[in-house]
């Protein structure tokens, strides 16, 4: 078997440039007109200009000294100041080196050996000569055309009146809106006329989780070691554990073993009231799966929220939300939400057999215990911003420290003025 040889070593042919510079004069025994001023631009001084190492002392006047003795009524109290306020009626004549000076940068004009040749005034569509090198020119009547139409259109808004009067007249009149003037038929969708509304609810805040902190995690990848199209019910009772090491925070992240252990966790939580202790519970295993690192966090999630929609009765007065002992009884009919804390983005945390945590768990044994008082505390404290109708007045009034609270009839409790408090006599 014959092989034939390449002439060439390389893939690709090695090509050595040698740029030769323009030559710095016309060629001889040609005669072509040429315009000596083009020697006086100032470009021909640009690689000297570069090349000049700039003195770094500098006088105390920047190179620009000022004297201010040529001015009388700097130092003179009744002096003639007509040098340094010129009267604007009787302007002096500005010197002819700086009359360019006076001119639009942004306009069409140029300036040749220090003349100022065509019009101050700039063009209202730009030039077609300013469109980039090798651009397809049946696109440059598009860019003059856009670039007219998307200019800012001012638009005189009318004043709004801010007055306590004016703010108390629109909230009324918003109530009226949505309550006697309300038609479930005459609603549109602002983007899709065809969509027409089917029910109403009220958007209420939900006092059942209230107190609670949600946030909301969203994996790269579906966590657990179970393929995408396999049901897998331990998901929604998993455990993410905060964790350190010495240059990293991410999060465990942990599972029951069996199907069996999630879904009989769920079952004990569901069996009794919220913050109600199951009897002769069993503590449920969850097992360590992997680590997740946090990709992106966002501290603040104005626009999502969790609505649950109920279709109970339809008072909303507050004596039947709550009953006897403060606890959230039949509730309206609509739609209840609770804000997110703090959204996060998950991924996959890469193995290191030689990265030190400070407290690693591989099983976690979960039971329910009842919450301490400092908890149900803290509870009561974030409940009563959805719950107690005077919570603002309470909030200004703890700022101030002019307002104290009394128990009135019933064991009721609501904050009074410190001049209001009966005194026993």
Known sequence: MSFKKSKLDLLVRV????????????PKLLDIPTNPMRYAQPEFLNSIANNTPLPMIVDAECGMPLDLGKWESLWEENADDLALNPDPHNLPKLDQKDEFLTYDSGS???????NHTGSSTPSAVPALGQVAWLRKTEYTS???????TNEPKHVALPPIEVSREAQLRDIEASFVECNENFSLEELRHPNKPNVTAVESYEILPDSEIWANQYDLFRFAERP???AADVEDPRLD???LRPMKSDH????????TEQDEGALKFKEIRNSVEPYEIPENEEPTVFKFVRDYETVKVEQEVPNEFLLMFEDGGSTSTFDDLVNEDRKPAKRPRGAYYKNIERKMLLKKKRANAYEQ???KWDVI???????????????????????DPLFLMRGDADADGEVEVYEGLGGQTFPVPVDHIPVET
């Open 108 to 114: 069409s004009s140029t300036y040749m050996n220090g």
């Open 142 to 148: 598009d860019r003059v055309q856009r670039s007219s």
């Open 237 to 239: 009772c998993a455990i």
């Open 15 to 26: 090509r050595y440039a040698n740029p030769l510079p323009p030559p710095p004069c016309p």
């Open 248 to 255: 990293d925070s991410f999060l465990a992240f942990y599972l």
């Open 357 to 359: 945590y400070e407290d």
């Open 365 to 387: 044994k979960v039971t329910h215990v009842p919450m301490s008082q400092e908890e149900e505390d803290e509870r009561e404290e974030a409940l009563a911003e959805v719950m």
């Open 224 to 226: 657990g070691e179970r």
